[in-house]
C-alpha cells in the first residue's frame, strides 16, 4: 500500500471513531439501554465464563492427581469429565459449609450486633458528654447528632447498602435467577469440558485478523490477567480460611466471648483485601464490648498480633507476588470497586486493578529501557 493510501485509510478511521464519539454523545440515553439489554442477555455467558474461569483451577489440580501419568486409554478419556465433577462437588461441599457452618454463625453475628450496638453507642455518647466539658467543640459535634444507638445503625446499614449496591439487586426474582445459573453451568461446563479446542480456534482466529506484534501483546495481557486472577482467587480463599481458623482458635484459648461466631466472620471477611480483617476485627470488637469492655480491648490486642503475624509471615508464603499491588493502590480498589459494581467490585477490584498495574509497569520499563539505549 502507498503512503497515499495508507494516509487516507488512516483519515477514514478517525472520521469512523469521531463519528461514534458523536452518536454515543448525542444518543447517550438509547445507547445506554442498547447496551443494558445486551448485558441482560449475556448474563448467563458472563457468568458461566466466570465460574469456568474459577472451576478451572479446581480441575487443573484434580487433573494433576488423577492419574496424571497412566498411558491407559480410559483413564486419559475419562480424566477430563472426572475432574469436572470433583471440581463441582468441591464448590458444592463448601457451600454445604457455608449453609449448615458459616452463614448460622454470620446470622448469629448479626442478630448479636443488632442488639448489643445501640446500648454501647448510647453509653459511649452518655460518657462522651459527661467528660466532654473541657473540648466544647466536641459537645456540641454530639448535641447536633441527636441520633440513637438504634437510628446510628439503621443508617450504617443503609450507607453499607447503597456502597455496594445492596444485595436485593443482585438476586432479583428466584425464578429468573434459577435459569441464569442453568445456563451459566451449562456453559461452564462446555468451556471446561473443551478449553484446548476453544484455545486453538481462538489462537487460529487471532492469527488470521490481528498481526504477529500486537497479538503477542495480546497474550501477554491474557497471561498477566490469568496469573493475577487466579493467584489472587487461591491466595484469598486460603487466606480466609487460615485466619478465621487461627482467630477462632486464639479466642478460644484466651476465653474471649462469641470466639465460635466472630472467628468465622474474620474469616470471611478476609476475602475483602487489605479492609476486610479490620472491618471484622471492629465489628467484633463492638461485639465483644457489649459483655465486657476490657476483654475488648485485649481482642483489638489479639488482631494486632495476628494480623502482625499474618501479614509478615503467612500472607507472603499463601499469595506471594501474585498480586504485586501496592496497598494504597489495594485500598482504592476495593473502595472504587465497592461503589461502581457492588460486592463483585469489591472481590474483584484488586485483581484487575493488579493486572493493570503490572502491565501499565512493564510498559513504562521497557519504554525507559529504549530510551536509555537510544541515548
Known amino acids: 500500500m502507498t503512503d497515499d ?31 443494558k439489554k445486551i448485558y441482560v442477555v449475556f448474563v448467563p455467558l458472563l457468568l458461566g465464563a466466570v465460574m469456568a474461569f474459577v472451576l478451572n483451577i479446581l480441575v487443573n489440580t484434580y487433573e494433576k492427581i488423577y492419574f496424571p501419568k497412566s498411558k491407559n486409554k480410559a483413564l486419559i478419556k475419562s480424566r477430563r469429565g472426572v475432574c469436572i465433577l470433583l471440581s463441582f ?3 458444592i461441599l463448601i457451600i454445604v459449609f457455608f449453609l449448615n457452618i458459616i452463614i448460622p454463625q454470620i446470622a448469629m453475628f448479626i442478630n448479636l450486633l443488632v442488639r448489643g450496638f445501640p446500648a454501647v453507642y448510647d453509653k459511649g455518647v452518655e460518657w462522651a458528654l459527661e467528660h466532654s466539658d473541657d473540648m466544647p467543640l466536641v459537645q456540641q459535634k454530639l448535641e447536633e447528632l441527636d441520633m440513637n444507638g438504634k437510628e446510628v445503625l439503621t443508617r450504617s446499614l443503609s450507607l453499607l447498602g447503597n456502597w455496594t449496591f445492596g444485595t436485593v439487586s443482585f438476586i432479583g426474582s428466584a425464578f429468573g435467577a434459577l435459569v441464569e445459573i442453568i445456563l451459566a453451568i451449562t456453559f461452564c461446563i462446555y468451556i471446561l469440558a473443551g478449553k484446548e479446542d476453544l484455545k486453538s480456534k481462538f489462537d487460529k482466529l ?20 490469568d496469573e493475577t486472577f487466579s493467584g489472587y482467587i487461591t491466595g484469598q480463599c486460603k487466606e480466609a480460611v487460615i485466619l478465621g481458623t487461627l482467630c477462632t482458635i486464639g479466642m478460644l484459648v484466651l476465653k474471649f466471648p462469641h470466639a465460635k461466631i466472630i472467628g468465622p466472620v474474620m474469616g470471611l471477611m478476609a476475602l475483602v483485601p487489605m479492609v476486610g480483617a479490620y472491618m471484622g476485627a471492629i465489628l467484633g470488637f463492638i461485639l465483644i464490648l457489649t459483655v465486657d469492655w476490657l476483654k475488648a480491648v485485649m481482642f483489638i490486642l489479639f488482631i494486632v498480633v495476628l ?16 498480586i504485586g499491588l501496592p ?14 459494581m457492588g460486592i463483585p467490585g469489591i472481590l474483584f477490584g484488586v485483581p484487575l486493578t493488579a493486572t ?20
Open 356 to 375: 493493570i498495574y503490572k502491565l501499565l509497569r512493564r510498559s513504562v520499563n521497557e519504554r525507559l529501557h529504549a530510551g536509555r539505549q537510544s541515548k
Open 327 to 340: 496497598g494504597i493502590w489495594a485500598l482504592a480498589a476495593v473502595v472504587a470497586g465497592g461503589g461502581l
Open 206 to 225: 487471532f492469527r488470521a485478523y490481528v498481526r504477529k506484534d500486537r497479538r503477542k501483546k495480546l497474550y501477554e495481557v491474557l497471561k498477566t490477567a
Open 5 to 35: 493510501g495508507k494516509k487516507r485509510k488512516s483519515i477514514i478511521k478517525i472520521i469512523v471513531f469521531i463519528g461514534l464519539i458523536l452518536l454515543i454523545v448525542l444518543k447517550f440515553n438509547d445507547v445506554l439501554n442498547i447496551l
Open 89 to 91: 462437588l468441591t464448590i
Open 307 to 322: 494480623q502482625q503475624i499474618e501479614g509478615n509471615l503467612i500472607y507472603p508464603k499463601v499469595v506471594g507476588e501474585s
